[in-house]
């Protein structure tokens, strides 16, 4: 089945800094490579998300990059605000079964 | 606004108990899908169903049990059988797509403490 490496597994930044959390994949089926934001107490949402078919992303602030090659995706936020902090999960999903990350806990210090 | 409505927020049962959390749809999602969250550990699928009246295991399906009578409803049943179900315990839904699979939408999930 899919395996999905996440790291690093907690990130500080200063705010106005970038992040950037990578991700890994094991199976050359998956297609489809999300990215969600879980706040404290909440479920995940999606922020960003990226098909096979495409190399780069961006939505404002947000960034996710695929290398199919590498079998590596990653996220970048630009510019981080306070309310960037939160846990960030990648996924990738073969089929519909979809496979998480261990998530990044996101620390945005204003 | 459509959405998933997991209930209740937190809760509590003896061990020994079975409990069943709820979980509803107003998103008129086809696949449905539990998962539960530990720390350190990520999301770890419990079971998925892309169609009413059936339903398959993921990964830690054991001790669980789940049910699809309708295409709004998902509840979930942990069960005595069941080591460790103290966690928090979410709700997804999504379409079915062709080529690409689609984002799942989240409920706000359960916290399930078992003493």
């Known amino acids: 089945g899919e395996n999905v490496e996440q790291h690093p597994s907690t990130l500080s930044v200063q705010e106005g800094d970038s992040a950037v959390i990578k991700c890994t994949y094991s199976d050359s089926a998956s297609n489809y490579f999300p990215w969600y934001k879980q706040e404290l107490g909440k479920g995940p949402q999606l922020i960003i998300d990226i098909r096979s078919n495409v190399g780069e992303k961006k939505d404002q602030r947000i960034a996710v990059t695929l290398n199919k090659t590498a079998k590596h995706f990653s996220l970048h936020i630009t510019e981080t605000q306070p309310e960037d902090s939160a846990v960030y999960f990648c996924?990738?999903?073969?089929?519909?079964?979809?496979?998480f990350g261990i998530g990044t806990k996101l620390q945005v210090i204003p | 606004d459509g959405g998933i409505t997991q209930s209740p927020k937190y809760l509590f049962r003896k061990e020994g108990q079975n409990v069943t959390l709820s979980c509803e749809q107003n998103l008129n999602h086809d696949a449905m899908y539990w998962y539960r969250q530990d720390p350190g550990q990520g999301l770890r699928l419990i079971y998925y169903?892309?169609?009413?009246?059936?339903?398959q295991k993921g990964d830690i399906a054991e001790g669980y049990s789940v049910s699809r009578e309708k295409k709004e409803s998902f509840p979930l049943t942990v069960t005595s059988a069941q080591k460790n179900p103290t966690a928090f315990y979410l709700c997804?839904?999504?379409?079915?797509?062709?080529?690409?699979?689609?984002?799942?939408?989240f409920g706000n999930g359960t916290r399930l403490t078992v003493t």
């Open positions: 997804a839904s999504s379409t079915l797509t062709g080529q690409y699979n689609s984002p799942l939408h």
């Open positions: 996924a990738a999903n073969p089929r519909q079964k979809v496979t």
């Open positions: 169903s892309q169609i009413v009246n059936d339903f």
